[in-house]
């Protein structure tokens, strides 16, 4: 099985930064899709970023775009989410998520993975 562990939440003022950490550990000799999801009370979990550690693509929302970069971690089961310029609006609970990616790995549909993290919170004040 795979544990998925994310970390790294907080609060900040606008245009603040913060930097999310995201693990998998156990059977990950196939993980190499990892992204991340953002969440608020009421409204449907929304994929912001991804990332293919088997050959470092990545894929973002365009509201996030020029402001968040997805990295690989230590290893290619790890990533880290570098936040940048943060918003109000990016305030939310940051899941991180992986699955096994054989053959296609753009896709920020969280119905498509299988493994997730808690959630850490980001808040971002006005």
């Known amino acids: 099985q795979v544990q998925v562990v994310g970390s790294g939440g907080g609060s900040v003022q606008a245009g603040g930064s913060l930097t999310l950490s995201c693990a998998a550990s156990?059977?990950?000799?196939?993980?190499?899709?990892l992204a991340w999801f953002r969440q608020v009370p009421g409204k449907k979990r929304e994929g912001v970023a991804v990332i293919y550690t088997g050959g470092i693509s990545t894929f973002y929302i365009d509201s996030v775009k020029g402001r968040f970069t997805i990295s690989q971690g230590a290893t290619k089961a790890s990533t880290f989410l570098q936040m940048i310029n943060l918003k109000p609006e990016d305030s939310g609970d940051y899941f991180c998520a992986a699955r096994d990616c054989r053959g296609w790995w753009r896709t920020l549909d969280p119905t498509d993975y299988t493994f997730w993290g808690q959630g850490t919170q980001v808040t971002v004040s006005s």
């Open positions: 156990g059977d990950t000799r196939n993980i190499m899709c």
